[in-house]
């Protein structure tokens, strides 16, 4: 062999020699960048959930010190006010989802934060009802867009690890509750000790317990400008807006889907109706007579309260998670909505307690406690529902999960509005009368379902 080729062959095989020694190591970086950046969204968005449900608990008791103090307002006019957060998420989730597609991931999870962090200054500033709306859109808009984004970066960073995604997404369903149960004890500490005027640096803030939980807001923000790397992303061919319209309304129209909406909306409704209204009634200085409730919790007392209930539903949802293969989803529902009205019942008679010290009171705790157990089945059935429904669609699986989101916003807003006037007209008991009703329409819905179901639903959602 002639001395050149001996020389090129030593050269190649070197070249080769050392790519194979650096493809470990590439690998490596690979793994712990990867690894790195789904620590950074998960805790990244239970952080921002924990700053966004704070802010939410917050303003209920910041609704009641300025009907107290400088003018008044109503439950219906905070229920409009509230809701529009949700109107701003369900127009912007949509429209921030697609530009995170085009223009990355990133970018539109940043800016989940900042908006968050700017509309909760404002507040700290102000009892103007306009610019108190403004700041409801702007929380409504960090929603929309860190939510879309995030659940596209954690697919794009976990494509062909499907066990790996599975773990991911259930950990991001997690931080929901998590950041809920923070966040009920965040704002009761917040608002006990800086919920009064101050004067800070010469800026006087009407509450300073805002500008504080902006610092939550900060430092998720940290969290993911540290973590996150550039995912991997792949071109998708898109049709016009027209058509992607006509075809989201046309599986929407689909029988096993239509049927099954008013039910998650009734629920959704009764989650914006006590969340965004039993603060400020359990808080408030409001009374009626026979309602032992009305003003009887301090914010602290709530607070820990609120974490306690939203952490025993997560610890439900759980448990229900492991046995739901075993029944029909509607099944599951209908004996979840059951929960519910123990629960309602249990909240009513307590309410109408002479007093906490009663004998009566543990074991309604109690009821209420295994009421709320129950009623913990009814989301993850929805889901695995929802996914029975796509296997007739399975071009479709993307935009009949999507619907989740939809469902969860029209709910909650409808719940929002309407609870304010039944909380003017009943108080606590007031929205106890919405939640049966919102009951009654959910339990009609799933016995026509189940009457009705197709067989592709059923086989499948007895197998799975």
């Known amino acids: 062999m002639p001395l050149t080729e001996i020389h090129v062959e030593k050269e190649t095989r070197g070249v080769g020699e050392a790519d194979s020694s650096r493809r470990p190591s590439i690998r490596k970086r690979t793994t712990v960048s990867i690894a790195r950046s789904l620590f950074a969204v998960i805790v990244g968005t239970l952080i921002l959930r924990l700053a966004a449900q704070t802010m939410g608990l917050m303003l209920q008791s910041y609704f009641e010190a300025i009907n107290q103090n400088h003018f008044p307002l109503s439950h219906t006019v905070t229920g409009l006010i509230t809701a529009s957060f949700f109107i701003a998420e369900m127009i912007g989730a949509p429209l921030l989802g ?31 009802i306009w610019l108190l709306v403004f700041t409801r859109i702007l929380e409504g808009l960090s929603t929309a867009s860190s939510v879309p984004a995030t659940l596209g970066y954690i697919s794009e960073a976990t494509a062909g690890r499907p066990r790996l995604r599975a773990r991911i997404m259930g950990l991001f369903e997690i931080t929901l509750v998590g950041g809920i149960a923070l966040g009920a004890v965040a704002s009761g500490y917040l608002w006990e000790y800086f919920g009064n005027p101050r004067e800070v640096l010469g800026i006087h803030l009407t509450s300073p317990a805002f500008s504080l939980n902006g610092l939550i807001y900060l430092l998720s923000l940290a969290i993911f400008i540290w973590g996150l790397s550039n995912a ?37 409704s009764l989650i914006g109706l006590w969340t965004n209204h ?32 939203a952490i025993f539903f997560g610890a439900g949802v759980l448990v229900w998670s492991f046995y739901l293969g075993r029944w029909r989803k509607t099944g599951v529902m209908l004996v979840a909505t059951i929960g519910l009205f123990v629960t309602l019942a249990a909240v009513y008679a307590i309410n109408h307690l002479e007093s906490l010290s009663s004998f009566f009171y543990y074991p309604l705790m109690g009821a209420l406690l295994a009421g709320l157990l129950v009623l913990s089945g009814f989301t993850p059935a929805a889901l695995t529902y929802l996914a029975d429904v796509t296997e007739s669609h399975k071009e479709d699986r ?19 509005a309407a609870g304010g006037k039944f909380a003017d007209w009943g108080g606590i008991d007031g929205l106890l009368l919405l939640s049966a009703i919102l009951g009654l329409v959910t339990i009609y819905t799933l016995v026509s379902l189940r009457r009705q179901e197709t067989p592709v639903v059923i086989a499948s959602s007895t197998s799975s």
């Open 232 to 268: 991997r992303r792949s071109k998708v061919k898109r049709s016009g807006a027209a058509h992607e319209i006509r075809r989201h309304l046309a599986i929407l129209r689909t029988p096993s889907v239509w049927r099954f909406v008013p039910a998650w909306l009734a629920i959704f």
């Open 398 to 416: 993307g935009s009949i999960m999507g619907l989740y989101s939809v469902f969860l916003g029209v709910g909650q807003f409808i719940g929002t």
């Open 278 to 309: 039993s603060p400020r009634l359990f808080k408030g200085q409001d009374r009626i007579a026979d309602q032992l409730l009305m003003g009887s919790i301090t914010e602290v007392q709530f607070g820990n309260g609120f974490a306690i209930l």
């Open 98 to 128: 697609a530009m995170s597609d085009r223009y990355g991931r990133k970018l539109f999870i940043y800016l989940g934060p900042i908006l968050g962090a700017i509309a909760v200054q404002i507040t700290s500033m102000t009892i103007i």
